[in-house]
């Protein structure tokens, strides 16, 4: 009786924990690429084309990382 163990059983997230998380995704993506992308943009002069490439590559990294985790 001793040796019994519970079984390993990770807890299922709810729909807000999912919700949240994606939220955390996404906002992260967007400002951690966007923001390297404006100090490119002010290193080399260019004229907001830092910021919106790197605003696009944050949002696709996100929706990567919410595909990524979601899926079995």
């Not at 040796?3 to 993506?29: F, H, T, V």
Request: proline share 8%; net charge negative; no cysteine.
């Amino acid at each position: 009786m001793a040796d019994m163990e519970p079984p390993d059983r990770k807890p299922q997230p709810d729909g807000s924990d999912m919700g949240w998380r994606a939220l955390g995704y996404l906002l992260s993506g967007l400002i951690f690429w966007g923001g390297l992308g404006y100090l490119v943009d002010l290193w080399l002069g260019l004229p907001k084309v830092g910021l919106l490439v790197g605003m696009l590559v944050g949002a696709a990294a996100g929706i990567y990382l919410l595909i990524k985790q979601m899926s079995p």
